[in-house]
């Protein structure tokens, strides 16, 4: 007998009435909703804070061109001291870091010798001023050769065999004399005559001596002179290289004397900034060990660029009078060669720097939007801006207030 199932008991209509309820009881099972239902449950974004802070508008401000070089203080002037003439030290008057003036003794070598030969030349000047008849103190330029005593002398013999000659000249003529005489006396008379001559020349002669012994006599006095060895300028004993009881040889080094006021600053620029430097330009010093900046004053520069590094060597004067500078010291300059130039400079506080990267919060519509940037130079407390912003822009004066806010100024 045939049982009739289910489907075949329930309409059609009923049928399709309950395959919809189980899918819609599915989809509720599996969470899937309609899409209104979908849209109603989206989480609406919450509006932006908004805060106060201070704002500043970024603009070209001047910004002058600094080069920037490195060097030291040198002394203004060195001194290796040397010995003129040789001996054996006897006196050593100075130490390291002694204060010396212009012609205070540095080493005295031992005068002995050098006295025995200004002693020996000062005899041998007498003499020969003497054997021209020259009194002590008159100068040699007021002595006639012809009132030489040997001069006088040999002129009167040879005046006497003239009158000789005269007389037998006219008892020749009278036949009262031979004339083997008469030979005989006009003989002596050119013998008188030729050592009237050399009487003369040999006056000469010993005024010639007499300069060359004077001569010897000034260069004893300065051998002795020389025998203490003085210092040729002002300043301070950077060396001292000899001893009591050393021999030193002439040309030999002594001690090295410095000048330290003022001092030098010498450094050099590169080639493309040698053209901008010129004599009297201030330059700002920052020296090791010395808190406070001190300014300079550039007095020379070279006339040609180092082949090699390509640099420009100068150098600038810095008083140093009360000696608070050594000499040595390491010294960074910073040289305005153009103080026209104009820059986008901010505050310092206006920069996050962060892991290498450098921002600044920027207001966009209202808004603070972090923008990032490429920094120039740094100057007391302020920043050149060379990427990231311009003119007329709007920012937050304090980078650490920033973050993605409403602004309020």
């Not at 410095?258 to 600053?265: A, I, K």
């Not at 000499?327 to 026209?340: K, P, T, Y």
Request: aromatic content about 4%; overall charge negative; some cysteine.
């Amino acid at each position: 007998m045939h049982v009739p199932t289910l489907s075949s008991i329930v309409s059609p209509r009923a049928h399709c009435i309950g395959v919809a309820a189980c899918l819609s009881l599915l989809m509720a099972a599996t969470g899937c909703d309609s899409p209104a239902a979908a849209m109603k449950s989206e989480p609406k974004p919450e509006p932006l804070e908004t805060i106060e802070a201070e704002l500043m508008t970024v603009a070209l401000q001047p910004w002058p061109t600094i080069v920037r070089s490195q060097g030291s203080l040198d002394a203004d002037e060195e001194s290796v001291v040397g010995a003129k003439v040789a001996g054996r030290v006897a006196e050593v008057h100075v130490d390291l870091g002694d204060y010396v003036n212009v012609g205070d003794p540095l080493v005295t070598l031992d005068q002995a010798e050098f006295q025995l030969k200004v002693d020996q030349t000062e005899a041998q000047l007498e003499q020969a001023r003497a054997a021209v008849g020259l009194r002590a103190g008159v100068p040699v330029s007021e002595l006639n050769p012809e009132n030489a005593p040997p001069v006088r002398q040999q002129r009167a013999l040879w005046e006497e065999a003239q009158s000789s000659l005269k007389r037998l000249e006219s008892l020749r003529v009278q036949k009262a004399v031979s004339e083997g005489e008469y030979e005989l006396a006009a003989a002596a008379e050119r013998v008188a005559e030729a050592r009237y001559a050399s009487a003369l020349n040999g006056v000469y002669e010993k005024i010639a001596a007499i300069g060359s012994y004077q001569a010897e006599l000034s260069l004893a006095r300065n051998q002795l002179t020389d025998a203490i060895i003085r210092s040729p300028l002002e300043g301070f004993i950077h060396q001292r290289l000899t001893a009591p009881g050393s021999y030193i040889s002439v040309g030999q080094s002594i001690a090295v004397v410095v000048r330290t006021s003022p001092l030098r600053f010498r450094s050099s620029v590169p080639e493309r900034r040698a053209q901008a430097l010129s004599l009297g330009q201030q330059v700002r010093l920052q020296i090791e060990s010395v808190p406070e900046p001190r300014t300079a004053t550039i007095t020379r520069i070279s006339p040609m660029l180092d082949q090699q590094s390509r640099s420009l060597v100068f150098e600038a004067e810095i008083e140093n009078e009360g000696q608070e500078l050594r000499g040595g010291l390491f010294a960074e300059a910073e040289i305005v060669v153009d103080d026209d130039a104009t820059g986008l400079v901010v505050p310092q506080s206006a920069i996050n720097e962060f892991a290498g990267a450098e921002k600044a919060w920027k207001v966009v519509d209202g808004a603070l939007v972090e923008q990032e940037v490429l920094i120039g130079k740094r100057r007391d407390g302020q920043l050149e801006v060379l990427k990231g912003l311009q003119s007329g822009d709007v920012i937050l004066r304090d980078a650490s207030q920033g973050r993605i806010a409403k602004i309020k100024p």
